[in-house]
């Protein structure tokens, strides 16, 4: 089986799909680049994770730079998962999921990264539910494997 027999496998509208995950990928370059922006302005050098807040008085700060950047990386496996293989069954739907999710975390890491935890949620929070959008594409895709004939 050549490779253009694998794309023709695949739906017509699956290339929005990719292109999402591609966007969260750049988005996950640009909070990677801020937090070594924040290591360099708040003095927190490798291999430090986090800043100790008696030794640093800008360790609030940096450290929610940080966990905005952390947050992403812990939740960005589920994306993917539930990106890749719910855009199969319904691609549309799963882009633009995805689409509102890359934003809704581009609020979620700029809000963190102001050292107030709460300004993460106001958008930030929509993740959540493009997330929950996400697993409900993947279910119909498991269950229309289940039920094929």
Do not use: W
């Not at 640009?30 to 927190?44: E, L, T």
């Not at 800043?51 to 947050?71: I, L, M, P, T, Y």
């Not at 496996?77 to 539930?82: D, M």
């Not at 739907?93 to 993460?120: E, M, N, W």
């Amino acid at each position: 089986m050549g490779s253009s027999s694998v794309v023709e496998l695949l739906p017509k509208d699956y290339g929005y799909v990719v292109l999402a995950a591609v966007l969260y990928s750049f988005l996950n370059f640009f909070m990677a680049a801020q937090v070594g922006k924040a290591r360099k302005k708040y003095k927190v050098f490798y291999p430090t994770m986090y800043a100790s807040e008696s030794d640093n008085k800008d360790a609030k700060v940096f450290n929610c730079v940080q966990r905005g950047h952390q947050n992403s990386l812990e939740m960005m496996p589920l994306f993917f998962v539930f990106l890749l293989l719910g855009g199969l069954r319904h691609p549309c739907i799963s882009a633009a999921l995805g689409l509102l999710y890359a934003v809704s975390r581009y609020f979620y890491f700029k809000g963190y990264s102001t050292g107030d935890p709460q300004k993460r949620l106001p958008i930030g929070g929509y993740g959540f539910l493009a997330l929950m959008g996400l697993i409900v594409c993947t279910i119909s895709f498991g269950v229309t494997l289940l039920l094929r004939a």
